[in-house]
């Protein structure tokens, strides 16, 4: 069996032919859109991370002749250079662009950490325009804060800041796996953002958490989690909305926070589930 290095090889070179590009204020979308049958499914990566990052789940979707759609958030692998400040509400734009564009018909989304608040965000914004929400590895926008909740917010980037830049990407890249195979793609693909912007990457991720006890999630959701991750309030605040929205929460054993390369067969195999319990391809 190939070790991380050589299959970290394939596995980049298998992916990275994402060349398709959608010109937006300030920067331009990388994205890759594979065809198919509607409703197409829409990955949005975490932050500091790429497309890349769902290479095993989307040549799984595509497989069943669904419309799979990757992008490189703004800031983020080959959307880059971005000249536009980073916020949240750009990166809705961005993707509701992108979806309007492609003319997608209610795209499931899918989204890890950055990704997944981006998702939850767009579905309270427009909840008619999705058919499902599947999240990896992120806190609940709407969720309760507790004290402690409220100070890992506020310190995150101070913390983040107080790492020299040249550590950086790996000292996140070790935090937000288990695997040699994840932390060796997280490193590559933190190593392509500057410190100052994943700076303002997580000041955005942070700024999609708003807390709502009333609001509960209007589409089919899944919510999935590595058992190790241990980034901010996920490991309990994940549980909480699986109870809050009345579904069941895939927790999967020894992955961190980047699941669906930690876990990917176990993540591609409840993906492929939900997938089906929402309804085959129209």
């Given at each position: 069996m190939p070790g991380p290095a050589t299959r970290l090889i394939g596995y980049i070179q298998k992916m990275l032919n994402i060349d398709q590009r959608l010109p937006i204020s300030g920067c331009s979308l990388a994205f890759a859109d594979s065809g198919g049958a509607e409703p197409a499914v829409l990955f949005l990566h975490g932050a500091g991370a790429d497309h890349v990052m769902f290479a095993d789940q989307a040549e799984a979707v595509a497989a069943t002749g669904r419309r799979v759609v990757l992008v490189d958030l703004r800031g983020h692998g080959r959307s880059r250079p971005n000249t536009s400040a980073l916020t949240a509400e750009l990166l809705i734009n961005?993707?509701?662009?992108?979806?309007?564009?492609?003319?997608?018909e209610r795209p499931v989304l899918?989204?890890?950490?950055?990704g997944g608040n981006l998702a939850q965000a767009m579905v309270r914004l427009s909840p008619g325009d999705y058919s499902g929400l599947a999240v990896l590895d992120s806190t609940w926008n709407t969720g309760p804060l507790n004290w402690f909740d409220r100070q890992l917010l506020r310190l995150a980037a101070p913390g983040l800041a107080l790492i020299p830049a040249k550590r950086l990407a790996r000292v996140m890249a070790a935090a937000s796996a288990t695997s040699a195979f994840a932390r060796r793609d997280a490193e590559r693909a933190f190593g392509q953002v500057t410190k100052a912007e994943f700076l303002d990457i997580w000041r955005a991720t942070t700024s999609f958490v708003a807390p709502d006890a009333s609001y509960r999630t209007p589409l089919p959701l899944c919510l999935v989690r590595g058992a190790d991750d241990r980034t901010g309030n996920i490991a309990t605040a994940m549980p909480a909305w699986a109870r809050h929205d009345g579904v069941v929460e895939l927790v999967v054993p020894n992955a961190g926070h980047i699941v669906s390369q930690d876990a990917a067969a176990s993540v591609t195999a409840e993906l492929l589930r939900f997938l089906a319990s929402i309804g085959a391809a129209q």
């Open positions: 961005d993707a509701t662009a992108l979806i309007a564009a492609l003319e997608l899918v989204g890890h950490s950055l």
